[in-house]
């Protein structure tokens, strides 16, 4: 087994056996919906279907990249693959770096386009990769493996800076992502991992062609916690003081959605702790275009498909529960129901200077 085989190995393990939350919440808890006890509509009525990047979701729902790269990764792709089939949504695969260094491998990711033929299919490469020499050509090849309809470049300077040998050479990273804007022909998001997009990044990102972020906030899992547990095994304490350090660092979910809806006109995918319908529907309240879920969906993904479909279509009905409860009867209406947001969350807001009239008269702080 490789080194870099046997480090997604690990993070699958201590994911989902160690205790790798952030302490720090998503910021949802500061955001409250208004119930209308008369919403005037039939829970009938509700459509939960939407548009992204030019593909029809039956939800603004998105599995999150997760894995790759092994024998126990293809297993956990091939039943998200099936669940997103199956349900009409979305699906990233995880870092195909190593598929690129060894083609033995690539089967654990073509496993998702093969078992879900006509899903939202999204390829994943790194920063760090494209620091090093990757570019074009690295990123069709994840692309064509996939037969990608997206490509997200993850974004992950914490958990580089946690991981024992990580690659923190990240000078020049945005003229590279411009390079990819220009050069492919399909669509490039940018993807967090853990520690949220601020408003001056979700700028420069537009500026340089990018046309969505996913911005996996603060408040699920810590990828500083995942690499803490690794050095603490490894018996690096250097680093697992580093990674106990940093644990809680970064923007939360909710925080970062604003952020990046009210200085660009990018598509938001909110990740980052949401772990409920009614999570899904202050993401979007707040101006998400859809929502992306990793953790959760790896313990029911080890079981089966049928496990992963039973979580999302659960959360599914949470999320139009809540519509009906708002009165919102399509995703595009949930942006302009009433907003209260109180707490450390509205106290950012304020100090970051976003206002009331930047959410047309809606929002409450």
């Not at 190995?9 to 919906?33: I, M, P, Y």
């Not at 690129?100 to 879900?116: G, M, N, V």
């Not at 090093?132 to 050509?137: E, P, S």
């Not at 090849?141 to 923190?168: R, W």
């Amino acid at each position: 087994m490789t080194s870099i085989e046997e480090r997604k190995r690990r993070h699958l393990e201590v994911s989902l056996n160690d205790d790798t939350q952030s302490l720090v919440g998503t910021g949802f808890a500061d955001v409250s919906l208004i119930h209308r006890c008369l919403p005037e509509m039939n829970s009938a009525d509700i459509d939960i279907r939407v548009e992204l990047f030019g593909h029809h979701l039956s939800a603004p729902f998105i599995i999150s990249g997760i894995t790759g790269g092994t024998e126990e990764a293809a297993r956990v792709n091939r039943n998200l693959a099936k669940a997103a089939q199956e349900l009409g949504i979305g699906m990233g695969v995880g870092s195909q770096r190593i598929a690129l260094e060894d083609p033995s491998k690539e089967y654990t990711f073509r496993i998702a386009r093969e078992t879900a033929p006509s899903a939202l299919i999204i390829a994943n490469l790194g920063c760090p990769q494209l620091t090093l020499g990757y570019g074009v050509r690295e990123a069709k090849k994840c692309i064509e493996m996939i037969d990608a309809n997206v490509l997200a470049v993850h974004m992950n300077p914490l958990q580089e800076s946690i991981q024992m040998g990580g690659e923190t050479r990240y000078r020049g990273v945005l003229e590279k992502i411009g390079t990819l804007t220009e050069e492919l022909s399909l669509p490039v998001i940018m993807k967090e991992t853990g520690s949220g997009v601020a408003s001056e990044e979700a700028v420069r990102l537009e500026r340089a062609g990018v046309k969505g972020i996913d911005v996996s906030g603060v408040g699920g899992t810590s990828w500083s916690a995942v690499e803490q547990h690794i050095a603490k095994e490894q018996g690096d304490t250097t680093q697992e003081n580093l990674g106990e350090a940093f644990r809680n660092w970064g923007i939360p979910t909710a925080i970062s959605v604003v952020e990046v809806r009210k200085s660009t006109n990018l598509v938001v995918v909110a990740s980052g702790g949401i772990r409920t319908g009614i999570d899904i529907a202050k993401a979007i309240a707040l101006g998400a275009n859809s929502v992306s879920i990793a953790q959760p969906l790896l313990k029911y993904a080890v079981q089966s498909s049928d496990s992963v479909i039973d979580y999302i279509r659960r959360v599914l009905l949470e999320f139009q529960t809540t519509m009906f409860l708002v009165g919102a009867k399509t995703p595009d209406e949930l942006k302009h129901v009433p907003l209260v947001i109180t707490g450390r969350t509205g106290e950012w807001l304020r100090l970051r200077g976003f206002k009331p009239e930047d959410f047309t008269h809606r929002l409450r702080v």
